[in-house]
């Protein structure tokens, strides 16, 4: 309720008019109400934007000037006259959708774009007058276009509505004596502008997104190649410096035969302690210090930059590898926005890694490399039944991979390398050879960690924007959460679901996709519009979790309000 409807809403509506009605030809008796979800970010942070414009351009933004900005164009003397003023159901007739494409700087100009007059746009600065305000436009736009709403129970959520609120606290407090809701340190999806957690409904882009869990490995810095050293030398003196890179596959360590970075990447030093510094990208430095890795915690201290491109043929010691003492090497196909910016090199088991050693090996010359740097050869770490105890060389023949610009091909070899290795591989090497890689992968990690040489290292899935437009991180909170993902609840959603009938095919297999995903998913909030969670005050009940059983409140909504 932070606008007027628009096409989106009225594509989903339609199919529930067009149903309900269809049902009531039927002879049967359809219910179609309509309620109002208010929860959740959207009014607060936009009435939180007019407070700060107000502050800056006065009550009626009447210090407000742009040169460039257009004179608006003037009345039309033919124009009818509206004898009455205009209420809330005759102004801001534009949907969301309209106001996001205007690309107008301030909230005053979006609320102004939508119909709303500019004296009485202060109003909005209250994020409880906006609860008011689209309510009765909305019912205004369902009557106009025809749809058959029960309006008897119509209700908006929040604090507001003292009955909904009731249920809300009521489903909560339940859910909590249940043991559903648990309080405890969990990785979760993080806006840092908006000062917590960032789920499905409060984000712009990357809806669905989860945190990403790797091993973050500190390769340790033995001896800087000259354009390095040039440039860090009196920022890392007498520290020790790890460049870290984040991997999937802990178990392969014992393979390594060098790393790679990105020569157009920019990185970043950052300090961990005292006496360590960590080197990466600002946007995995960002994620540590919302997880306790760097201090101080949700700072970014960044000591230095230097470009890819100067940190080739440093020489680091590789932890855990038959052969520590290896090469800071280029790769082409290094991304900024995953993992560190730092890939640690097994080209024993990773298509990318081998066919950008070989490209190396072939013409060193050309990317600017000694020939020593790439003297080592692959080691075997693990064996699989497909393709022995050389994965990633038997892949590139295979598919006929040229070189590492081969994209495409590559990212089929990747998926089938870690599928037959992790499914069917058998460790080679190390303290655990003879295990499964399924069984040793965990244990592996476990002993680089105690060791010192790793440490758990989180970031989401893709990139999430906020609704404030924040690029979210991951962060280690402590928080409550609903554990969707505990067993015995999850077969008793899937049981029911079983006996559900549903639209199509296509409605079952989405909610079987979303019940296979869905885990520990955080219930509370500290911004916002919403209830507040009985037991402690300070927090809000998340905006999906208050509107998980909602259908339920319509049966009784028309008795109470």
Same mark, same amino acid.
């Given at each position: 309720?932070?606008?007027?409807?628009?096409?989106?809403?009225?594509?989903? $509506?339609?199919?529930?008019?067009?149903?309900?009605?269809?049902?009531?030809?039927?002879?049967?008796?359809?219910?179609?109400?309509?309620?109002?979800?208010?929860?959740?970010?959207?009014?607060?942070?936009?009435?939180?934007?007019?407070?700060?414009?107000?502050?800056?351009?006065?009550?009626?933004?009447?210090?407000?000037?742009?040169?460039?900005?257009?004179?608006?164009?003037?009345?039309?003397? +033919?124009?009818?006259?509206?004898?009455?003023?205009?209420?809330?159901?005759?102004?801001?007739?534009?949907?969301?959708?309209?106001?996001?494409?205007?690309?107008?700087?301030?909230?005053?100009?979006?609320?102004?774009?939508?119909?709303?007059?500019?004296?009485?746009?202060?109003?909005?600065?209250?994020?409880?007058?906006?609860? !008011?305000?689209?309510?009765?436009?909305?019912?205004?736009?369902?009557?106009?276009?025809?749809?058959?709403?029960?309006?008897?129970?119509?209700? $908006?959520? +929040?604090?507001?509505?003292?009955?909904?609120?009731?249920?809300?606290?009521?489903?909560?407090?339940?859910? #909590?004596?249940?043991?559903? $809701?648990?309080?405890?340190?969990?990785?979760?999806?993080?806006?840092?502008?908006?000062?917590?957690?960032?789920?499905? %409904?409060?984000?712009?882009?990357?809806?669905?997104?989860?945190?990403?869990?790797? =091993? !973050?490995?500190?390769?340790?810095?033995?001896?800087?190649?000259?354009?390095?050293?040039?440039?860090?030398?009196?920022?890392?003196?007498?520290?020790?410096?790890?460049?870290?890179?984040?991997?999937?596959?802990?178990?392969?360590?014992?393979? /390594?035969?060098?790393?790679?970075?990105? +020569?157009?990447?920019?990185?970043?030093?950052?300090?961990?302690?005292? =006496?360590?510094?960590?080197?990466?990208?600002?946007?995995?430095? #960002?994620?540590?210090?919302?997880?306790?890795?760097? =201090?101080?915690? %949700? /700072?970014?201290?960044?000591?230095?930059?230097?470009?890819?491109?100067?940190?080739?043929?440093?020489?680091?010691?590789?932890?855990?590898?038959?052969?520590?003492?290896?090469?800071?090497?280029?790769?082409?196909?290094?991304?900024?926005?995953?993992?560190?910016?730092?890939?640690?090199?097994?080209?024993?088991?990773?298509?990318?890694?081998?066919?950008?050693?070989?490209?190396?090996?072939?013409?060193?010359?050309?990317?600017? $490399?000694?020939?020593?740097?790439?003297?080592?050869?692959?080691?075997?770490?693990?064996?699989?039944?497909?393709?022995?105890?050389?994965?990633?060389?038997?892949?590139?023949?295979?598919?006929?991979?040229?070189?590492?610009?081969?994209?495409?091909?590559?990212?089929?070899?990747?998926?089938?390398?870690?599928?037959?290795?992790?499914?069917?591989?058998?460790?080679?090497?190390?303290?655990?050879?003879?295990?499964?890689?399924?069984?040793?992968?965990?244990?592996?990690?476990?002993?680089?960690?105690?060791?010192?040489?790793?440490?758990?290292?989180?970031?989401?899935?893709?990139?999430?924007?906020?609704?404030?437009?924040?690029?979210?991180?991951?962060?280690?909170?402590?928080?409550?959460?609903?554990?969707?993902?505990?067993?015995?609840?999850?077969?008793?959603?899937?049981?029911?679901?079983?006996?559900?009938?549903?639209?199509?095919?296509?409605?079952?297999?989405?909610?079987?996709?979303?019940?296979?995903?869905?885990?520990?998913?955080?219930?509370? #909030?500290?911004?916002?519009?919403?209830?507040?969670?009985?037991?402690?005050?300070?927090?809000?009940?998340?905006?999906?979790?208050?509107?998980?059983?909602?259908?339920?409140?319509?049966?009784?909504? %028309?008795?109470? %309000?």
């Amino acid at each position: 309720m932070n606008g007027s409807l628009h096409l989106g809403h009225g594509f989903s $509506i339609s199919k529930i008019e067009f149903n309900a009605g269809y049902q009531r030809m039927l002879g049967k008796r359809a219910l179609f109400p309509v309620g109002m979800h208010c929860t959740g970010m959207p009014i607060k942070a936009a009435a939180d934007k007019l407070v700060r414009e107000i502050e800056l351009f006065g009550e009626n933004f009447e210090r407000y000037t742009d040169d460039s900005e257009a004179e608006p164009p003037a009345a039309d003397p +033919t124009a009818p006259v509206q004898a009455n003023p205009a209420t809330a159901v005759d102004r801001a007739k534009k949907g969301k959708v309209a106001a996001k494409a205007t690309g107008l700087t301030y909230q005053f100009q979006i609320m102004e774009s939508i119909g709303v007059p500019r004296e009485e746009i202060k109003k909005f600065a209250d994020p409880y007058y906006w609860l !008011g305000y689209f309510p009765p436009i909305t019912k205004q736009d369902c009557s106009d276009a025809g749809l058959r709403v029960d309006w008897r129970r119509s209700f $908006i959520t +929040t604090d507001a509505n003292p009955y909904y609120d009731a249920f809300v606290r009521w489903q909560i407090n339940k859910l #909590r004596a249940l043991g559903k $809701i648990k309080f405890g340190e969990r990785y979760t999806i993080y806006s840092p502008k908006d000062g917590q957690p960032c789920m499905d %409904h409060d984000r712009q882009s990357g809806e669905a997104l989860n945190p990403q869990e790797y =091993t !973050g490995l500190k390769i340790e810095v033995t001896e800087w190649s000259p354009e390095a050293a040039a440039v860090l030398k009196d920022v890392v003196a007498g520290k020790k410096v790890y460049l870290v890179a984040a991997t999937l596959r802990p178990e392969t360590m014992y393979g /390594q035969t060098n790393c790679y970075v990105g +020569t157009n990447i920019k990185y970043g030093l950052f300090p961990v302690n005292e =006496t360590d510094i960590y080197l990466c990208t600002y946007r995995a430095a #960002r994620n540590m210090a919302f997880q306790g890795i760097t =201090t101080p915690a %949700h /700072q970014v201290n960044q000591l230095a930059e230097i470009e890819g491109s100067k940190l080739i043929g440093t020489k680091v010691k590789a932890p855990f590898a038959i052969n520590p003492d290896v090469y800071v090497l280029p790769m082409d196909n290094v991304l900024p926005t995953k993992g560190t910016g730092v890939v640690t090199s097994v080209p024993s088991d990773s298509p990318d890694d081998y066919a950008t050693l070989m490209d190396l090996k072939k013409k060193p010359e050309f990317y600017k $490399i000694k020939p020593e740097w790439v003297a080592p050869e692959p080691i075997p770490v693990l064996s699989t039944p497909a393709y022995g105890e050389m994965t990633a060389p038997a892949l590139i023949q295979k598919l006929k991979i040229q070189s590492q610009k081969d994209v495409k091909q590559l990212a089929e070899a990747k998926e089938l390398a870690y599928k037959e290795g992790f499914y069917q591989g058998t460790m080679s090497v190390g303290e655990f050879k003879g295990l499964s890689v399924q069984e040793a992968k965990p244990k592996v990690r476990a002993r680089m960690i105690e060791a010192g040489l790793a440490f758990p290292y989180c970031e989401p899935e893709g990139l999430v924007i906020s609704r404030s437009g924040d690029e979210c991180v991951v962060a280690l909170l402590d928080q409550y959460y609903l554990d969707y993902g505990e067993a015995s609840w999850k077969e008793q959603a899937e049981k029911c679901l079983a006996n559900m009938e549903t639209y199509s095919s296509e409605t079952r297999h989405a909610f079987q996709g979303v019940l296979n995903w869905l885990n520990q998913w955080a219930c509370a #909030r500290s911004f916002g519009l919403g209830s507040k969670i009985p037991w402690d005050p300070q927090f809000l009940v998340e905006s999906l979790s208050d509107s998980t059983i909602y259908m339920s409140y319509y049966t009784v909504s %028309h008795l109470l %309000h």
